[in-house]
Protein backbone atom coordinates (compact mmCIF):
# COMPACT_ATOMS: atom_id res chain seq x y z
CA UNK A 1 0.00 0.00 0.00
CA UNK A 2 1.15 3.51 -0.80
CA UNK A 3 2.08 6.11 1.77
CA UNK A 4 1.64 9.85 1.97
CA UNK A 5 3.24 12.99 3.48
CA UNK A 6 -0.44 14.39 4.08
CA UNK A 7 -3.86 12.51 4.30
CA UNK A 8 -7.11 14.98 4.55
CA UNK A 9 -9.67 12.43 5.61
CA UNK A 10 -12.89 13.58 4.14
CA UNK A 11 -12.99 16.12 0.76
CA UNK A 12 -15.76 18.21 1.94
CA UNK A 13 -15.63 22.26 2.40
CA UNK A 14 -12.59 22.24 4.94
CA UNK A 15 -10.50 19.21 3.09
CA UNK A 16 -10.72 20.53 -0.41
CA UNK A 17 -9.66 24.30 1.16
CA UNK A 18 -6.89 22.94 2.59
CA UNK A 19 -5.55 20.85 -0.33
CA UNK A 20 -6.48 24.12 -2.40
CA UNK A 21 -4.49 26.12 -0.02
CA UNK A 22 -1.32 23.83 -0.05
CA UNK A 23 -1.54 23.42 -3.65
CA UNK A 24 -1.26 27.36 -4.20
CA UNK A 25 1.63 27.89 -2.31
CA UNK A 26 3.51 25.07 -3.84
CA UNK A 27 3.62 23.23 -0.91
CA UNK A 28 2.72 19.93 -2.65
CA UNK A 29 5.83 20.27 -5.37
CA UNK A 30 7.95 17.49 -3.13
CA UNK A 31 4.97 16.49 -1.18
CA UNK A 32 2.53 13.92 -1.74
CA UNK A 33 -0.92 13.89 -0.31
CA UNK A 34 -3.77 11.70 -0.14
CA UNK A 35 -7.72 12.69 -0.30
CA UNK A 36 -10.05 10.27 1.60
CA UNK A 37 -13.73 10.65 0.23
CA UNK A 38 -16.69 8.21 0.05
CA UNK A 39 -18.92 10.58 -2.32
CA UNK A 40 -19.32 9.07 -6.01
CA UNK A 41 -19.14 12.72 -7.64
CA UNK A 42 -19.14 16.31 -6.29
CA UNK A 43 -22.20 18.63 -6.88
CA UNK A 44 -23.66 21.40 -5.49
CA UNK A 45 -24.75 20.36 -2.08
CA UNK A 46 -24.99 23.55 0.26
CA UNK A 47 -24.62 27.11 -0.47
CA UNK A 48 -22.38 28.53 1.84
CA UNK A 49 -23.31 32.19 3.06
CA UNK A 50 -21.50 34.74 5.29
CA UNK A 51 -20.40 38.07 6.05
CA UNK A 52 -17.49 38.97 3.87
CA UNK A 53 -15.07 40.26 6.62
CA UNK A 54 -12.13 39.40 4.64
CA UNK A 55 -10.48 38.79 1.24
CA UNK A 56 -11.32 34.65 0.19
CA UNK A 57 -9.99 32.82 -2.92
CA UNK A 58 -13.56 32.13 -3.80
CA UNK A 59 -15.15 35.29 -5.38
CA UNK A 60 -15.63 33.43 -8.74
CA UNK A 61 -17.71 31.06 -6.85
CA UNK A 62 -19.71 33.81 -5.44
CA UNK A 63 -23.70 33.44 -6.11
CA UNK A 64 -24.41 36.88 -5.47
CA UNK A 65 -23.72 39.71 -2.65
CA UNK A 66 -25.78 41.55 -0.98
CA UNK A 67 -25.27 45.36 0.58
CA UNK A 68 -28.73 45.39 2.66
CA UNK A 69 -30.50 42.51 4.88
CA UNK A 70 -33.77 42.87 7.08
CA UNK A 71 -34.81 40.87 10.71
CA UNK A 72 -38.20 40.26 11.75
CA UNK A 73 -40.61 38.92 14.58
CA UNK A 74 -44.58 38.51 14.42
CA UNK A 75 -44.10 42.44 16.00
CA UNK A 76 -41.45 44.41 14.97
CA UNK A 77 -39.07 45.10 11.71
CA UNK A 78 -35.86 46.65 10.69
CA UNK A 79 -33.87 46.42 8.10
CA UNK A 80 -29.78 47.37 7.67
CA UNK A 81 -27.47 47.99 5.63
CA UNK A 82 -24.10 46.32 5.37
CA UNK A 83 -21.90 48.25 2.98
CA UNK A 84 -18.31 47.48 4.50
CA UNK A 85 -19.36 43.65 5.12
CA UNK A 86 -21.16 42.20 2.14
CA UNK A 87 -23.02 39.15 2.86
CA UNK A 88 -22.00 37.00 0.33
CA UNK A 89 -23.41 33.00 -1.11
CA UNK A 90 -21.25 30.56 -2.55
CA UNK A 91 -21.81 27.94 -5.08
CA UNK A 92 -20.39 24.07 -3.07
CA UNK A 93 -20.98 23.02 -7.00
CA UNK A 94 -18.64 26.12 -8.39
CA UNK A 95 -16.43 25.64 -5.45
CA UNK A 96 -15.92 21.57 -5.42
CA UNK A 97 -15.38 22.14 -9.28
CA UNK A 98 -12.23 25.62 -8.79
CA UNK A 99 -10.52 23.10 -6.31
CA UNK A 100 -10.62 19.24 -8.35
CA UNK A 101 -9.57 21.54 -11.65
CA UNK A 102 -6.80 22.62 -9.88
CA UNK A 103 -5.36 20.07 -7.98
CA UNK A 104 -6.42 17.80 -10.57
CA UNK A 105 -2.99 18.86 -12.54
CA UNK A 106 -0.76 17.71 -9.40
CA UNK A 107 0.12 14.06 -10.03
CA UNK A 108 1.22 14.07 -5.88
CA UNK A 109 -2.31 14.20 -4.76
CA UNK A 110 -4.64 11.76 -5.12
CA UNK A 111 -8.33 10.31 -3.96
CA UNK A 112 -9.26 7.34 -2.61
CA UNK A 113 -12.41 5.86 -1.56
CA UNK A 114 -11.41 4.51 1.92
CA UNK A 115 -8.26 5.31 4.50
CA UNK A 116 -8.06 1.15 4.43
CA UNK A 117 -6.63 2.11 0.71
CA UNK A 118 -3.34 3.72 2.15
CA UNK A 119 -0.61 3.11 4.68
CA UNK A 120 -0.82 6.21 7.27
CA UNK A 121 1.22 5.48 10.06
CA UNK A 122 3.86 7.86 8.46
CA UNK A 123 1.55 10.37 7.37
CA UNK A 124 0.26 13.89 9.01
CA UNK A 125 -3.29 13.38 8.79
CA UNK A 126 -5.87 16.06 8.58
CA UNK A 127 -9.17 15.18 9.47
CA UNK A 128 -13.10 16.65 8.85
CA UNK A 129 -14.77 13.53 10.03
CA UNK A 130 -16.82 13.24 13.31
CA UNK A 131 -15.59 10.69 15.24
CA UNK A 132 -18.90 8.45 16.03
CA UNK A 133 -22.73 8.94 16.43
CA UNK A 134 -23.25 12.55 17.59
CA UNK A 135 -25.51 13.23 20.72
CA UNK A 136 -29.02 13.77 18.97
CA UNK A 137 -30.37 15.09 22.36
CA UNK A 138 -28.35 18.15 22.30
CA UNK A 139 -28.76 21.40 21.04
CA UNK A 140 -28.69 21.49 16.58
CA UNK A 141 -28.91 23.86 13.83
CA UNK A 142 -30.95 21.91 11.39
CA UNK A 143 -32.66 23.20 8.39
CA UNK A 144 -34.03 22.69 5.01
CA UNK A 145 -33.47 25.06 2.17
CA UNK A 146 -34.90 25.07 -1.48
CA UNK A 147 -34.11 27.45 -4.62
CA UNK A 148 -37.70 28.12 -6.02
CA UNK A 149 -38.11 29.82 -9.57
CA UNK A 150 -40.56 31.89 -9.94
CA UNK A 151 -42.53 32.77 -13.79
CA UNK A 152 -42.99 36.66 -12.66
CA UNK A 153 -40.27 38.82 -11.11
CA UNK A 154 -41.48 39.15 -7.20
CA UNK A 155 -38.44 39.33 -5.04
CA UNK A 156 -36.33 42.19 -4.11
CA UNK A 157 -32.76 41.07 -5.27
CA UNK A 158 -31.26 43.99 -3.37
CA UNK A 159 -32.29 42.71 0.15
CA UNK A 160 -31.81 39.47 1.82
CA UNK A 161 -33.54 38.69 4.97
CA UNK A 162 -31.66 36.88 7.35
CA UNK A 163 -34.40 35.67 10.12
CA UNK A 164 -37.93 35.99 9.80
CA UNK A 165 -39.07 34.68 13.13
CA UNK A 166 -42.81 35.35 11.99
CA UNK A 167 -43.60 31.52 12.29
CA UNK A 168 -44.72 28.81 14.45
CA UNK A 169 -41.31 28.02 17.18
CA UNK A 170 -43.36 25.26 18.78
CA UNK A 171 -41.64 25.92 21.82
CA UNK A 172 -38.34 25.52 20.14
CA UNK A 173 -36.09 28.54 18.21
CA UNK A 174 -37.43 28.41 14.64
CA UNK A 175 -36.77 30.99 11.56
CA UNK A 176 -36.79 31.40 7.83
CA UNK A 177 -34.41 32.82 5.87
CA UNK A 178 -34.58 34.19 2.31
CA UNK A 179 -31.73 34.88 0.03
CA UNK A 180 -33.07 36.35 -3.39
CA UNK A 181 -30.67 35.84 -5.66
CA UNK A 182 -32.40 37.34 -8.20
CA UNK A 183 -35.71 38.81 -9.48
CA UNK A 184 -37.45 35.41 -9.57
CA UNK A 185 -34.78 33.14 -8.31
CA UNK A 186 -34.39 32.69 -4.22
CA UNK A 187 -33.73 30.15 -1.49
CA UNK A 188 -35.73 29.72 1.22
CA UNK A 189 -34.77 27.92 4.12
CA UNK A 190 -36.54 26.64 7.26
CA UNK A 191 -34.32 26.74 10.28
CA UNK A 192 -34.63 25.07 13.82
CA UNK A 193 -32.44 25.94 17.15
CA UNK A 194 -33.61 22.64 18.76
CA UNK A 195 -32.60 18.54 19.57
CA UNK A 196 -32.36 16.31 16.85
CA UNK A 197 -34.95 14.29 18.29
CA UNK A 198 -38.41 15.77 18.19
CA UNK A 199 -39.66 14.18 14.68
CA UNK A 200 -42.58 16.70 15.05
CA UNK A 201 -39.94 19.67 13.81
CA UNK A 202 -39.10 17.69 10.57
CA UNK A 203 -41.95 18.22 8.62
CA UNK A 204 -39.96 21.03 6.58
CA UNK A 205 -41.72 20.25 2.92
CA UNK A 206 -44.67 21.18 4.54
CA UNK A 207 -43.30 24.36 6.26
CA UNK A 208 -41.47 25.66 3.30
CA UNK A 209 -44.44 25.25 1.30
CA UNK A 210 -46.66 27.09 3.24
CA UNK A 211 -44.42 29.91 4.21
CA UNK A 212 -44.32 30.93 0.37
CA UNK A 213 -47.92 30.54 0.11
CA UNK A 214 -48.95 32.10 3.19
CA UNK A 215 -45.71 34.58 4.23
CA UNK A 216 -44.41 35.22 0.75
CA UNK A 217 -47.52 35.16 -1.04
CA UNK A 218 -46.23 32.81 -3.98
CA UNK A 219 -48.63 30.59 -5.34
CA UNK A 220 -46.69 29.19 -8.57
CA UNK A 221 -43.01 28.46 -8.34
CA UNK A 222 -40.76 25.30 -9.13
CA UNK A 223 -37.72 24.14 -7.07
CA UNK A 224 -34.48 23.72 -8.27
CA UNK A 225 -32.17 23.14 -5.85
CA UNK A 226 -33.05 21.37 -2.17
CA UNK A 227 -29.99 20.83 0.76
CA UNK A 228 -30.61 19.67 3.98
CA UNK A 229 -28.07 19.90 7.15
CA UNK A 230 -27.82 19.83 10.66
CA UNK A 231 -24.56 21.50 11.95
CA UNK A 232 -23.82 20.52 16.03
CA UNK A 233 -24.19 23.56 18.52
CA UNK A 234 -21.53 21.79 20.39
CA UNK A 235 -18.29 20.53 20.19
CA UNK A 236 -17.87 17.33 20.18
CA UNK A 237 -14.93 14.99 21.18
CA UNK A 238 -12.23 15.19 18.95
CA UNK A 239 -9.99 12.64 17.38
CA UNK A 240 -7.01 13.87 19.73
CA UNK A 241 -3.41 12.69 18.83
CA UNK A 242 -0.08 14.26 17.77
CA UNK A 243 0.16 13.27 13.80
CA UNK A 244 -3.73 14.38 13.47
CA UNK A 245 -4.58 18.05 13.44
CA UNK A 246 -8.85 18.16 13.33
CA UNK A 247 -10.16 20.77 10.50
CA UNK A 248 -13.56 22.13 9.35
CA UNK A 249 -16.62 21.30 11.92
CA UNK A 250 -15.18 18.29 13.17
CA UNK A 251 -11.90 20.70 14.39
CA UNK A 252 -14.03 23.18 15.93
CA UNK A 253 -14.33 25.47 13.26
CA UNK A 254 -18.62 26.19 14.30
CA UNK A 255 -19.06 29.24 15.42
CA UNK A 256 -21.42 27.67 17.94
CA UNK A 257 -24.35 30.68 18.08
CA UNK A 258 -24.47 30.93 14.25
CA UNK A 259 -23.39 27.74 12.44
CA UNK A 260 -20.87 29.91 10.75
CA UNK A 261 -18.22 27.67 9.50
CA UNK A 262 -17.20 28.68 6.07
CA UNK A 263 -14.87 31.42 6.61
CA UNK A 264 -13.52 30.28 9.65
CA UNK A 265 -12.30 27.60 7.67
CA UNK A 266 -10.78 29.33 4.91
CA UNK A 267 -8.35 30.96 8.14
CA UNK A 268 -7.98 27.78 9.04
CA UNK A 269 -5.99 26.34 6.25
CA UNK A 270 -3.86 28.91 5.66
CA UNK A 271 -3.04 28.97 9.23
CA UNK A 272 -2.00 25.32 8.37
CA UNK A 273 -0.45 26.03 5.40
CA UNK A 274 2.00 29.19 6.92
CA UNK A 275 3.13 26.47 9.87
CA UNK A 276 2.94 23.58 7.56
CA UNK A 277 6.55 22.48 8.43
CA UNK A 278 6.37 22.69 12.49
CA UNK A 279 2.92 22.77 12.43
CA UNK A 280 2.69 19.59 15.20
CA UNK A 281 4.89 21.49 17.55
CA UNK A 282 3.41 24.93 17.45
CA UNK A 283 -0.31 25.51 18.87
CA UNK A 284 -3.40 24.19 17.43
CA UNK A 285 -5.71 26.79 15.95
CA UNK A 286 -8.65 27.56 17.48
CA UNK A 287 -11.78 30.24 17.60
CA UNK A 288 -11.34 33.21 19.90
CA UNK A 289 -11.75 31.91 23.91
CA UNK A 290 -14.26 34.91 24.31
CA UNK A 291 -16.59 33.82 21.32
CA UNK A 292 -16.52 30.36 22.71
CA UNK A 293 -17.82 31.42 26.12
CA UNK A 294 -20.09 34.42 25.22
CA UNK A 295 -21.80 31.46 22.96
CA UNK A 296 -21.95 28.73 25.38
CA UNK A 297 -23.82 31.44 27.95
CA UNK A 298 -25.55 32.67 24.91
CA UNK A 299 -26.83 28.99 23.92
CA UNK A 300 -27.79 28.09 27.81
CA UNK A 301 -30.12 31.48 27.45
CA UNK A 302 -31.32 29.89 24.07
CA UNK A 303 -31.78 26.43 25.82
CA UNK A 304 -34.07 27.87 28.96
CA UNK A 305 -35.86 30.47 26.78
CA UNK A 306 -36.79 29.65 23.75
CA UNK A 307 -39.64 31.58 23.60
CA UNK A 308 -37.59 34.94 24.62
CA UNK A 309 -35.26 34.30 21.18
CA UNK A 310 -36.50 36.29 18.16
CA UNK A 311 -36.98 39.52 20.32
CA UNK A 312 -32.81 38.99 21.77
CA UNK A 313 -31.73 38.04 18.16
CA UNK A 314 -33.89 41.12 17.25
CA UNK A 315 -32.49 43.15 19.84
CA UNK A 316 -29.21 42.25 18.89
CA UNK A 317 -29.04 44.23 15.62
CA UNK A 318 -30.29 47.48 17.42
CA UNK A 319 -25.89 47.78 17.51
CA UNK A 320 -24.65 49.18 14.45
CA UNK A 321 -24.73 46.71 11.97
CA UNK A 322 -20.74 46.48 11.44
CA UNK A 323 -20.44 46.11 15.20
CA UNK A 324 -22.97 42.56 14.83
CA UNK A 325 -21.70 41.46 11.82
CA UNK A 326 -17.96 41.48 13.17
CA UNK A 327 -19.02 39.93 16.83
CA UNK A 328 -21.08 37.51 14.51
CA UNK A 329 -17.63 36.63 12.35
CA UNK A 330 -15.64 36.68 15.29
CA UNK A 331 -13.34 40.16 14.55
CA UNK A 332 -15.01 42.27 17.36
CA UNK A 333 -13.02 43.92 19.40
CA UNK A 334 -13.88 44.87 23.66
CA UNK A 335 -15.84 47.60 23.19
CA UNK A 336 -17.83 45.59 19.87
CA UNK A 337 -18.42 43.01 22.67
CA UNK A 338 -19.79 45.07 25.50
CA UNK A 339 -22.11 47.49 22.56
CA UNK A 340 -23.84 43.56 21.62
CA UNK A 341 -23.88 42.32 25.04
CA UNK A 342 -25.71 45.51 27.02
CA UNK A 343 -28.58 44.62 24.14
CA UNK A 344 -28.77 41.58 25.61
CA UNK A 345 -31.36 41.16 28.63
CA UNK A 346 -29.51 41.52 31.78
CA UNK A 347 -30.77 39.10 34.08
CA UNK A 348 -31.40 36.00 32.38
CA UNK A 349 -27.82 36.48 31.36
CA UNK A 350 -26.26 36.74 34.41
CA UNK A 351 -28.19 33.97 35.43
CA UNK A 352 -27.08 31.87 32.66
CA UNK A 353 -23.52 32.33 33.77
CA UNK A 354 -24.22 29.92 36.65
CA UNK A 355 -27.05 27.38 35.50
C1 LIG B 1 -26.65 22.15 4.07
C2 LIG B 1 -25.62 22.96 4.83
C3 LIG B 1 -25.56 24.34 4.65
C4 LIG B 1 -24.60 25.09 5.34
N1 LIG B 1 -24.56 26.44 5.15
C5 LIG B 1 -23.59 27.16 5.74
C6 LIG B 1 -23.49 28.56 5.51
O1 LIG B 1 -24.35 29.14 4.84
N2 LIG B 1 -22.46 29.23 6.05
C7 LIG B 1 -21.50 28.62 6.83
O2 LIG B 1 -20.54 29.27 7.26
N3 LIG B 1 -21.62 27.31 7.12
C8 LIG B 1 -22.63 26.57 6.60
N4 LIG B 1 -22.73 25.24 6.87
C9 LIG B 1 -21.81 24.67 7.88
C10 LIG B 1 -20.43 24.29 7.29
O3 LIG B 1 -19.84 25.39 6.63
C11 LIG B 1 -20.51 23.17 6.32
O4 LIG B 1 -21.04 22.06 6.96
C12 LIG B 1 -19.17 22.79 5.72
O5 LIG B 1 -19.42 21.93 4.65
C13 LIG B 1 -18.26 22.14 6.75
O6 LIG B 1 -17.11 21.66 6.13
P1 LIG B 1 -16.43 20.30 6.57
O7 LIG B 1 -15.33 20.07 5.64
O8 LIG B 1 -16.19 20.32 8.02
O9 LIG B 1 -17.57 19.20 6.35
P2 LIG B 1 -18.11 18.66 4.96
O10 LIG B 1 -18.11 19.73 3.94
O11 LIG B 1 -19.37 17.97 5.26
O12 LIG B 1 -17.00 17.61 4.51
C14 LIG B 1 -16.84 16.36 5.14
C15 LIG B 1 -16.51 15.36 4.04
O13 LIG B 1 -16.18 14.11 4.63
C16 LIG B 1 -16.69 13.09 3.81
N5 LIG B 1 -16.81 11.87 4.63
C17 LIG B 1 -17.87 11.44 5.34
N6 LIG B 1 -17.56 10.27 5.97
C18 LIG B 1 -16.27 9.99 5.66
C19 LIG B 1 -15.37 8.96 6.02
N7 LIG B 1 -15.72 7.97 6.84
N8 LIG B 1 -14.11 8.99 5.52
C20 LIG B 1 -13.72 10.00 4.72
N9 LIG B 1 -14.54 11.02 4.34
C21 LIG B 1 -15.79 11.02 4.80
C22 LIG B 1 -18.03 13.64 3.30
O14 LIG B 1 -18.45 12.99 2.13
C23 LIG B 1 -17.66 15.11 3.08
O15 LIG B 1 -17.26 15.35 1.76
C24 LIG B 1 -23.69 24.45 6.25
C25 LIG B 1 -23.83 23.08 6.46
C26 LIG B 1 -24.77 22.34 5.78
C27 LIG B 1 -24.87 20.87 6.06
Not at 231 to 248: A, H, M, V
Not at 274 to 279: A, L, M, P, R
Request: hydrophobic share 35%; aromatic share 14%.
Amino acid sequence: MKEFDYVIIGGGCAGLSLAYELEINDKLRDKTLAIIEPRKEYKRDKTWSFWKVFDHKFEDCVIKSWNNFSINTSENSQELASEKFPYQSIDSGKFYEKINLKISKNSNINFFKNISEIHTDNSLIFNSVFDGELDKSKLWQHFQGIEIETPKNIFDEEILNLMDFNCDQKNDVHFFYTLPFSKNKALIETTWLSNLEDKTLKDYDLQLENYIKNNLGIKNYKINFLEKGAIPLFYPSFRNDNKTINIGSAGGMTRLSTGYTFLNIQEHSQYIVKNIDKIQKIKRYKLGKKYQFLDKVFLRVLEKHPEKMPKIFFNMFKSSSNTVIKFLSNKSNILEDINIISNMPKLIFIKALFY
